[in-house]
């Protein structure tokens, strides 16, 4: 089973319409991100949570909120979703160690397609 | 925020070949680390090798390794006998060793041809 999951691995949806992104992980950890990659733009933050209590903006939040349920879960929603939200959503996770050393694991990421 | 450039959006190499991957960051920080992530087909994003700018000796992980050069803010992938199934999106990215957050670069497409 994969460590980070992602669900719906692809979403097809109309303009003006609510949607959830779904983020598990397995691996235990504190830090969970939410990233968009857009053709030539590669990946760019939306929003990121160090704890359960904690949420921060990213560089791109407009448009995009986010709830942190558990240590476990992280999801991402669009309230009114527009065409120029099109584009692969990657979850990802990490855990820092003393020395400052931080790797970040993915999920297999969802195609979300406004139409 | 960072800024992380890769000038070469699509690369080739042929099967056994030798290929480098280039990428340039701008920050005025002296601690940070560098990564090379792998994004094949099946959109998953995979780590390749990572360096801690502290260290001046060049990350190397079996075929791939980089080549670091801190003055000039270069960080380039090489990629020695190159397979099949290294074809794949390459992403370059940068962390401050303080920082929250990674920045991307815009990703260079690699085509391996038999």
């Known amino acids: 089973d994969a460590d980070v999951t992602q669900t719906p691995r692809n979403r097809i949806t109309k303009t003006g319409k609510r949607i959830m992104l779904e983020c598990s992980q397995t691996?235990?950890?504190?830090?969970m991100y939410w990233y968009r990659q857009d053709p030539g733009l590669g990946l760019r933050l939306i929003y990121y949570s160090f704890d359960v209590k904690d949420i921060n903006k990213g560089e791109i939040s407009d448009g995009y909120s986010v709830s942190r349920q558990a240590q476990a879960k992280f999801s991402l929603s669009l309230e009114s979703a527009i065409p120029n939200q099109t584009a692969l959503y990657f979850c990802?996770?990490?855990?820092?160690?003393?020395?400052?050393?931080?790797?970040?694991?993915f999920g297999s990421g969802t195609q979300l397609s406004v139409l | 925020a960072q800024t992380v450039t890769q000038s070469q959006p699509e690369m080739s190499v042929q099967e056994a070949e030798t290929v480098t991957l280039s990428c340039t960051y701008d920050?005025?920080?002296?601690?940070?680390?560098l990564f090379w992530y792998k994004q094949p087909p099946s959109r998953q994003m995979i780590l390749v090798i990572r360096?801690?700018?502290?260290?001046?000796q060049n990350a190397t992980e079996n075929r791939f390794s980089v080549n670091f050069q801190k003055a000039a803010k270069s960080f380039s992938l090489k990629i020695s006998d190159s397979q099949l199934g290294d074809a794949a999106m390459y992403f370059c990215a940068y962390r401050r060793h303080t920082g929250n957050q990674f920045y991307f670069g815009t990703g260079t497409s690699l085509t391996v041809i038999p």
């Open positions: 990802a996770t990490s855990d820092m160690d003393t020395g400052g050393n931080e790797k970040l694991f």
């Open positions: 360096q801690e700018a502290y260290k001046q």
């Open positions: 691996k235990g950890h504190d830090r």
């Open positions: 920050t005025s920080e002296s601690d940070y680390y």
